[in-house]
């Protein structure tokens, strides 16, 4: 496929954008800039015509790298060889998803992306804080040998034997209650009531 003569203004114009911003930010000898300039143009060319050497392909993993890459205490990256607690992060700093990754380097589906120690640490400090329990759930009182006995009997029989304790307690009669009442607020007279002893 030939580059037609307003393809090739278009491919000169944007070589000369990228090697300006390229020099501006690194420092370069007269002697690199033609290079870099036919390297660039080259390189834009190459793509514009659908000619582009393919991209280098990623090696395949054997399982037994993939194993090995699972540890307890770590995830080992294929990007970087790093052991990370959890990959998600380290992922999305280079721009790839979990799927992506998997995809990227043949990994199964089913490749963790957070170490198992990690994992239950997480799952163990979650439970201590209370976090999966229900607000409202009230705490269950410890069971003893006195409720065994009434865990059989039915709802009667409980209240039968309620009533029968409250009738058993004798009630103060109200004349007594007065009689105690008076006899505490007795006041002797004083001299300025008026009233002789």
Known sequence: MAIEA???????ELTTRIVTAYAAGNHLSA???????RG???????????????????????????????????????????????LRRHLARLGLTPEAYRAKWGLPVDY???ASAYSAQ????????????SRGAAPEAPFSAADEGSTDRDDSSADAEQS?????????????????????????????DGIEP
């Open 31 to 37: 002697t690199e800039l033609p290079e870099l300039i």
């Open 122 to 133: 997480r799952s163990q400090l979650a439970r201590d804080l209370g976090l999966g329990k």
């Open 6 to 12: 307003g393809e090739q203004d278009d491919l000169v």
């Open 40 to 86: 660039v143009h080259a390189s834009i060319q190459g793509l514009a015509s659908g000619s582009a050497q393919p991209t280098e392909k990623q090696r395949v993993l054997t399982p037994a790298e993939i194993r090995r890459s699972i540890q307890p205490n770590g995830l080992i990256s294929f990007e970087d060889g790093k052991a990370y607690k959890t």
């Open 164 to 192: 029968v304790t409250q009738d058993s307690i004798p009630e103060p009669e109200q004349a007594d209650i007065a009689d105690a009442f008076e006899e505490e607020i007795i006041r002797e007279p004083f001299d300025e």
């Open 112 to 114: 963790p992306m957070t």
